[in-house]
């Protein structure tokens, strides 16, 4: 018996040491940075029936940082006060994190809005285009893994039925942002500060279209908010096991 907690003893021992002896940086490299894109003074597009976009990305970003946690991954929240003004502070707070995802949802192009009065206010709406994009940046120094990130949670969501919008790329009623994989809703977006101010892998994910006056009810319905997240797990466990 006394030889059997000597080896217990022993063994402990041995896993005490194997936790100390990781890294800190080993941990941090192993964080999600999830920014909520926008705060409270600059809310981002707002809704058909004029909600602000920085609520519905308040609210799915917390839903990942769930999640994520539900599956024992260390998660960095960021900018869900809707105090953070900067762009560029947002990813210098996540400095040694494996991934930043700044979360947001879409709108379009002005001249392709139209005017209909809700709740007796008059609002802007478009309802041409509806889906997800995602978007990586050159500048970006870990953008290849960005890439590889964007790729698999754009098919996790294509997986979970939902389509990526890609009018992004047209030149007439989009910004001319070129594919950087078309199958799975991913584009190239240059000069976006808070991915070329990133020094981790980073990618810009818009869920959905909330002036599209159906999808803003899909994107503000919790269990739809829950399968989005779901399937951008799936994709971060996928590129990042």
Not at 64 to 85: E, V
Not at 205 to 225: L, S, T
Request: aromatic share 8%; charged share 25%; hydrophobic share 40%.
């Amino acid at each position: 018996m006394s030889k059997r907690r000597n080896f217990v003893r022993r063994s402990l021992g041995a896993c005490t040491l194997l936790l100390f002896a990781v890294p800190h940086g080993a941990i941090a490299a192993a964080t999600i940075a999830i920014d909520v894109g926008h705060y409270l003074e600059a809310p981002g597009a707002i809704s058909a029936r004029g909600r602000p976009e920085f609520e519905f990305n308040r609210d799915l970003a917390q839903e990942i940082d769930a999640q994520l946690q539900a599956r024992d991954r260390s998660t960095q929240l960021i900018g869900a006060t809707g105090n953070m003004n900067s762009l560029a502070a947002r990813p210098h707070l996540a400095a040694g994190a494996g991934l930043f995802l700044s979360v947001h949802h879409d709108s379009m192009q002005e001249f392709l809005l139209s005017t209909w009065t809700y709740e007796g206010v008059e609002r802007r709406y478009g309802d041409r285009f509806d889906g997800f994009s995602l978007f990586v940046s050159h500048e970006n120094p870990g953008w290849r893994k960005g890439l590889r990130c964007a790729s698999a949670i754009g098919a996790e969501l294509i997986k979970a039925g939902f389509k990526p919008s890609l009018y992004h790329a047209d030149k007439k009623v989009g910004e001319n942002r070129p594919f950087a994989d078309k199958r799975n809703g991913v584009h190239y977006f240059d000069r976006l500060a808070v991915l070329r101010n990133a020094r981790m892998p980073a990618l810009l994910f818009e869920a959905g279209v909330i002036v599209n006056r159906e999808e803003e009810k899909r994107m503000a319905d919790p269990e739809v908010r829950k399968r989005i997240a779901a399937a951008v797990v799936n994709g971060i466990e996928e590129c990042m096991p």
